[in-house]
């Protein structure tokens, strides 16, 4: 039982750890008022297996994360039975 506490509690900390380090959405409005303040690092897109489009944001997040973004904007979506989306990816300039 003290086992199964302390697994439940890593995976907790872990998920909260994980959402800090996501990267964050952003809209074409907050670049827009900040121009000097981001650096667009390249695109990512989703594989088009994601059934919602939650999961797709998830996933856009997660493919930002790898290419070391900290932020995202999403540039457009569709919904072909399954959800895909491309967003451009930013982090802060130095």
Excluded: W
Excluded at 52 to 58: G, I, Q, R, V
Excluded at 70 to 80: D, F, K, P, S, T
């Amino acid at each position: 039982m003290k086992s199964l506490k302390m697994i439940v509690a890593a995976l907790v900390v872990g998920s909260v750890s994980f959402s800090t380090l996501a990267a964050t959405l952003l809209t074409k409005e907050d670049l827009d008022k900040n121009p000097g303040k981001y650096e667009k690092l390249g695109t990512v897109t989703t594989t088009a297996q994601t059934t919602s489009p939650m999961d797709a944001k998830e996933e856009l997040s997660k493919l930002a994360d790898e290419k070391g973004g900290q932020y995202y904007v999403i540039l457009a979506g569709r919904e072909h039975g399954k959800f895909s989306a491309i967003a451009e990816v930013y982090k802060d300039k130095q």
